[in-house]
């Protein structure tokens, strides 16, 4: 389907490497995101997932949120840093994994539950209220030269853990979510 990767579907890559049980390797993120042309090392998979995170569980206290704004910076700001975001209900332990190359705007949207309710996570957040999660946050200051939370993200949907995900490919490539253009 990619440009220089296998002529497979991605999503197809995606759920077939899931069922495999098998570690994700660079390789297998090359395959899976060949259609965005992100090629990656295993060195740097290793150096992505070992950025420093920031776990966040009082997500209802003011203090809590000025300390999300203190570590990414705001959603006004002129800079905005990417990174990736995990939600994890404290009680389930049901996951979500989300990425965003504006992470302070999209965050933003989840606190103030501005953003539409549908999928899986945002009418979960919307009924169990976000003092029921706890937030995980991977700024990555450092793109290589290509959208890392897009790699990132990806690494964390070949994860059966993360069920409140239902696409297993980052940035849908599918079109399934896409309007129908009409010329």
Excluded at 89 to 94: D, E, F, N, S
Excluded at 107 to 129: A, C, M, R, S, W
Excluded at 143 to 160: A, M, T, W
């Amino acid at each position: 389907m990619g440009h220089s990767g296998p002529k497979q579907h991605s999503h197809r890559l995606a759920v077939e490497h899931m069922k495999s049980n098998k570690p994700v390797t660079a390789k297998i993120i090359n395959d899976i995101l060949a259609y965005c042309d992100i090629s990656i090392s295993d060195e740097i998979l290793k150096d992505l997932l070992n950025s420093p995170r920031f776990v966040f569980n009082d997500l209802n206290k003011d203090e809590t949120i000025k300390s999300i704004k203190d570590k990414i910076g705001s959603y006004s700001g002129k800079i905005q840093i990417p990174g990736v975001y995990i939600f994890r209900h404290k009680v389930t332990g049901q996951k979500y994994v989300g990425s965003s190359s504006q992470l302070a705007v999209r965050l933003n949207g989840y606190l103030k539950e501005t953003h539409k309710p549908i999928g899986q996570l945002i009418p979960l957040l919307n009924k169990e209220k976000l003092s029921n999660f706890v937030l995980e946050v991977i700024p990555l200051c450092n793109n290589y030269g290509f959208r890392s939370e897009i790699v990132l993200e990806q690494y964390f949907l070949l994860d059966p853990s993360f069920n409140l995900n239902t696409i297993r490919v980052v940035n849908n490539p599918s079109g399934s979510n896409a309007k129908p253009l009409y010329m």
